[in-house]
Each structure stands twice: as structure tokens, then as C-alpha cells.
């Protein structure tokens, strides 16, 4: 599996090089690989660990949200969303322990829109993506999703997310 890994992230580079040529840079891109997340991987990021960076998901979308520690902290108000996919929770603006997950069935539209206008106004504009949860990169069967499409950051260039 970590060959399959290695070769998928090889292609989705090779894919976003082509598909850069366009972007005028001002700097040398740095190539990071994608990074994969699973449900354990990101709760490794919970905030608890001395050192370690705070992560968060929302909408499948893995966000470095170490810089607001006064939120995310081990001690601050919003600590319970992070080491998580906390989509339903903020689409509620909710810290009930079973809204802290990705799930969004039964959402209404107000919440929705709720969510959309968080999570490009306050996650994609002020944290850097680090990576993507395995439902979003990855099909039911484990098949990579031909569909997925990294997330344009207004601050990043699209490169500078991997
Ligand atoms: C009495 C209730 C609450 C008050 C008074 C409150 C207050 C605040 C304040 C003052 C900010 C900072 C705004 C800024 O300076 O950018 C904030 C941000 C935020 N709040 Fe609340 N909040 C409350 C409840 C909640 C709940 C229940 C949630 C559940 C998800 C929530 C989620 C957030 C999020 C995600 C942010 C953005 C943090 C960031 O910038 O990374 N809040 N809130």
C-alpha cells in the first residue's frame, strides 16, 4: 500500500504541474507530498501533545490551525473540534459531543450555507491546508475518487499546499 500511496501522489503532482503552467510564481515551489489523513492519524493533533502541530477537518479538508491556539489549545473553548473532522459542528455552531463529526446528514440549508461561508471564510482564508481525509481523496472500495480536486487557498498558491 505505501507504493500505491507513493505512485498516486507522484501522479496528482505530475497532474498539478501540468495543469500550473499558467501560474506565474514569485517564489520557488516547495513539493510536498499529499498528505493522507486518517481518523487516527488527525486525532494525533488534538492539541494535547507538547510540540506537535493542532489539526482540524472541515468538509474533508485538513486545516494547520496551530496559530490560533487561543481557539484550539488544550485548554481554550474550541479544543474539542480539533483531531477531528468537526463539519457538522460548525455547520451548527455546536460543541454537542455527537455534532463533532463529519457527517452532515439531515443539515438544513441555513446550516449549510453556514458551513460554506466558516469554511472559506474563516478556514481556507486564515489556516494552510495540510492535507485531505481518506473519504475525500479515496472511494468506499479504497479506489482513488477520480472526482477529487484539491481546494484553491486565496492566500496559497495551489502548490504550495503539498
Ligand atoms: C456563547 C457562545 C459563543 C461566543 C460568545 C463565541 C465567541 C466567539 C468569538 C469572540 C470568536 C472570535 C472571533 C474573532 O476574533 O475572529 C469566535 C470564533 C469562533 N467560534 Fe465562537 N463563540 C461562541 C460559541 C461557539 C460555538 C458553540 C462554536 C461551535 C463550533 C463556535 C465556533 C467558533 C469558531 C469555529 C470560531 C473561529 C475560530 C477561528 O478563527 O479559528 N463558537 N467565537
Redesign the pocket.
Known amino acids: 500500500m505505501p507504493a500505491l500511496k507513493v505512485c498516486s501522489t507522484l501522479v496528482l503532482l505530475y497532474v498539478l504541474y501540468c495543469s500550473a503552467d499558467e501560474i506565474k510564481l514569485k517564489h520557488k515551489p516547495t513539493l510536498k507530498p499529499v498528505r493522507l489523513f486518517t481518523d487516527e492519524d488527525l486525532e494525533k493533533y488534538n492539541g494535547h501533545q507538547e510540540g506537535q502541530p493542532i489539526y482540524m477537518a472541515v468538509k474533508g479538508v485538513v486545516f494547520d490551525?496551530t496559530k490560533?491556539k487561543e481557539?484550539?489549545g488544550i485548554d481554550a473553548?474550541?479544543n474539542a473540534?480539533v483531531g477531528r473532522d468537526s463539519t457538522r459542528?460548525?455547520a451548527k455552531?455546536?460543541?454537542d459531543p455527537e455534532d463533532l463529526t463529519h457527517d452532515t446528514t439531515g443539515l438544513t440549508e441555513e446550516q449549510l450555507q453556514s458551513l460554506e461561508s466558516?469554511f472559506s471564510g474563516?478556514y481556507k482564508a486564515?489556516?494552510p491546508i495540510v492535507g485531505y481525509m481518506y473519504r475525500r481523496i479515496l472511494n468506499e472500495d479504497g479506489s482513488p475518487n477520480k472526482d477529487f480536486q484539491p481546494e484553491d487557498q486565496p492566500q496559497f498558491s495551489i502548490r504550495d499546499e503539498f
Open positions: 490551525v490560533g481557539f484550539y473553548p474550541y473540534l459542528a460548525v455552531m455546536s460543541l466558516v474563516t486564515k489556516y
